[in-house]
């Protein structure tokens, strides 16, 4: 059977290095903050953020959350977006989307300033990742990838990896992070003949197509390591992932939980870049 390459002890690690940074933030009059902005009640929206927030506060991170209803004006959540760029008390801003279609997402994203986006929705966050310039902040999924296959020391140089969509969500910049590893990187879409003979030649597949068990035994070969980020729901009702698990476990060699993957550290990453947003702003403050 395939190793289970579970998030739990990736986040515990991660969690243990934050506590340390921000006690020492702490000492210096420094208080991390993470600033919420959600439209509406997705209940994918409220399971994360209610994640978020429990994580920061355990972790000594202050927290502001900001819901809106669904039919909010663009030109309050932008104002809104405007106050926290300015306020310094706030260190990172993460907004929930896709936004209602009333709102222009572009509009929004150009909103918040880069310094302050800490799951790496702007442009300019989105530009360090693709030029390897470590400035602005990685999408947290993308980054959580990514600390899974570093916490179980699995080195990238050399496999071909094989990345199953392409938004700049997930698929884009893990692509650009698996690269940044020296990892051979082939991104597969809607549009790509025939995947699973992409994906049979791979050595490391990370899954994010958004469909339940998308991923089955003819897309696989001995031996892979398999990065499933889906959070979908089966027909039986509960989550699962774009792997079909129970059928490619006896086949790869390794395979992240769903749940219990991927998306347990991403809370964890985001209680990073927050800490992280924060370090810059005393830097910057004392230039």
């Known amino acids: 059977m395939a190793q289970l390459l579970k998030g739990a002890p990736v986040a515990s690690e991660i969690c243990e290095k934050v506590q340390d940074r921000v006690s020492l933030l702490r000492d210096r009059g420094v208080v991390p903050t993470l600033a919420t902005v959600r439209v509406g009640g997705n209940d994918g929206d409220i399971y994360y953020e209610r994640s978020a927030l429990k994580r920061c506060g355990s972790l000594g991170i202050e927290t502001e959350s900001i819901v809106f209803p669904e039919n909010v004006e663009e030109s309050e959540l932008l104002d809104t977006i405007h106050r926290l760029n300015n306020d310094s008390r706030i260190h990172g801003v993460l907004i929930f989307r896709p936004l209602p279609k009333h709102i222009d997402d572009q509009r929004v994203r150009d909103a918040l ?15 360090g990742v693709f030029t390897g310039s470590g ?15 570093r916490y179980y020391k699995i080195d990238c140089t050399g496999m071909r990896a094989v990345v199953l969509g392409r938004s700049l969500v997930i698929g884009k910049p893990v692509s650009q992070l698996l690269l940044a590893n020296n990892a051979t990187v082939t991104v597969c879409h809607t549009r790509t003949r025939d995947i699973s003979s992409e994906t049979r030649r791979a050595d490391i597949i990370v899954a994010a197509v958004g469909h339940a068990h998308a991923i089955g035994v003819d897309h696989v070969s001995p031996g892979q390591i398999i990065i499933d980020v889906g959070t979908n729901t089966g027909e039986d009702g509960k989550m699962c992932g774009d792997a079909d698990t129970s059928l490619i476990e006896p086949i790869v060699h390794a395979i992240t939980p769903v749940p219990g993957g991927v998306g347990s550290v991403t809370t964890a990453v985001l209680a990073l870049h927050t800490v992280e947003a924060a370090e810059r702003a005393v830097c910057n403050t004392n230039l």
Not at 114 to 124: L, M, S, V, Y
Not at 135 to 149: D, H, K, N, V
């Open 113 to 127: 300033s880069p310094e302050k986006d800490i799951d790496g929705i702007t442009d300019g966050s989105l530009a």
């Open 135 to 149: 400035r602005g902040f990685c999408p947290c999924t993308a980054q959580s990838c990514m600390e899974i296959l």
